[in-house]
C-alpha cells in the first residue's frame, strides 16, 4: 500500500493563495491516479480533483474549477494541488488519495489531511 502525506496548509486570507502537496512513497507513476478531497465540520467529504497517472488527463469539480488546478512532479513522487482565489468556504482539512479518476468509491491510501482556514 502506498503512503500518502500532505502538507502545505494553513491559515490565508480571503483572496489569497495556497499549494498544497501530496508525496508518495513511492512512484506515482505506478498509481491510477490521484485525487484531492476536502471535508469541512458537518459536511460531507467532497471530491476537488483527480490526475490520471497514465496521461496526465485533469478533472475539476465545477465549485473549485477555474480557481484550483492539479498537477504532478514524477522526479519528485508528487501531486501538487495549486488553490487562488480563496474563500471561507473552502476552509477544510484537504487530503489526498489514490484511485482512478472518476470512480470515488475506489479512492485509498488516504493521508492525514492537511488544514486549510480561510479567514480574515
Known amino acids: 500500500q502506498v503512503q500518502l502525506v500532505e502538507s502545505g496548509g494553513g491559515l490565508v486570507q480571503p483572496g489569497g493563495s495556497l499549494r498544497l502537496s501530496c508525496a508518495a512513497s513511492?512512484?506515482?507513476?505506478?498509481?491510477?491516479?490521484v485525487g484531492w478531497f476536502r471535508q469541512a465540520p458537518g459536511k460531507e467529504r467532497e471530491g476537488l480533483a483527480c490526475?490520471?497517472?497514465?496521461?496526465?488527463?485533469?478533472y475539476y469539480t465545477d465549485y473549485v474549477k477555474g480557481r484550483f488546478t492539479i498537477s504532478r512532479d514524477n522526479a519528485k513522487n508528487t501531486v501538487y494541488l495549486q488553490m487562488n482565489s480563496l474563500k471561507p468556504a473552502d476552509t477544510a482539512v484537504y487530503y489526498c488519495?489514490?484511485?482512478?479518476?472518476?470512480?470515488?468509491?475506489?479512492?485509498?491510501?488516504w493521508g492525514q489531511g492537511t488544514q486549510v482556514t480561510v479567514s480574515s
Open positions: 488519495a489514490t484511485g482512478l479518476c472518476g470512480d470515488p468509491s475506489n479512492f485509498g491510501s
Open positions: 513511492g512512484f506515482i507513476s505506478d498509481l491510477p491516479g
Open positions: 490526475i490520471s497517472s497514465h496521461d496526465g488527463s485533469t
